[in-house]
T-cell receptor
């Protein structure tokens, strides 16, 4: 799976949009971009994933550049409860199959701190 | 989203004893589950892939005789830390992927193991 690069930390004011960048310049054509977050002392929480089109759900939006070498996770109106470590993970899609499908390789992520 | 439950949430054990951690998929069947370990201020590290009805696949450097994994049913995988030592104290997290194409993985809430 391709490696990702994220800034170690970011700050955001409550109520403002939080834009978390991720570089994945070696991404392959069959690899998806996944975002998870981990609030202190809890298991990771799935946020969103995409292949090449922008995606939006009730939690966030995912913007993937046309060349797919980078992406941005957008939390439109950050709250204090969004303070967490955010992980950007690139992983092969279902074409790879096999029993290891679903395995995620975590980097160091971005510590997002939302302040009042 | 799908629910993955771990039990116990925390456990304290004496050095030399064994501890069993359970991971259950509550509303879906998971042929594959994954076990991660996370030390303080570090990211999640995959320990092993648990396959229903067959042997687990361990990551390099993880002792299979120390970390026993059993995946006896489609909704339950267990991790047993045998002859635990203080250096095994960590946050253990399991995940499972829903069946289907390009589905996301869901994580349990984690188990905090402290060996004294």
């Amino acid at each position: 799976d391709a490696k990702t690069t994220q800034p170690p930390s970011m700050d955001c004011a409550e109520g403002r949009a939080a834009n978390l960048p991720c570089n994945h310049s070696t991404i392959s054509g069959n690899e998806y971009v996944y975002w998870y977050r981990q609030i202190h002392s809890q298991g990771p929480q799935y946020i969103i994933h995409g292949l090449k089109n922008n995606e939006t759900n009730e939690m966030a939006s995912l913007i993937i550049t046309e060349d797919r070498k980078s992406s941005t996770l957008i939390l439109p109106h950050a709250t204090l409860r969004d303070t967490a470590v955010y992980y950007c993970i690139v992983r092969v899609g279902s074409g790879a199959g096999g029993t290891s499908y679903g395995k995620l390789t975590f980097g160091q992520g971005t510590i997002l701190t939302v302040h009042p | 989203g799908a629910v993955v439950s771990q039990h116990p949430s925390w456990v304290i054990c004496k050095s030399g004893t064994s501890v069993k951690i359970e991971c259950r998929s509550l509303d879906f069947q998971a042929t594959t589950m994954f076990w991660y370990r996370q030390f303080p201020k570090q990211s999640l590290m995959l320990m092993a892939t648990s396959n229903e009805g067959s042997k687990a696949t361990y990551e390099q450097g993880v002792e299979k005789d120390k970390f026993l994994i059993n995946h006896a049913s489609l909704t339950l995988s267990t991790l047993t830390v045998t002859s635990a030592h203080p250096e095994d104290s960590s946050f253990y997290i399991c995940s499972a992927r829903e069946p289907g194409v390009n589905t996301e993985a869901f994580f349990g809430q984690g188990t905090r193991l402290t060996v004294v």
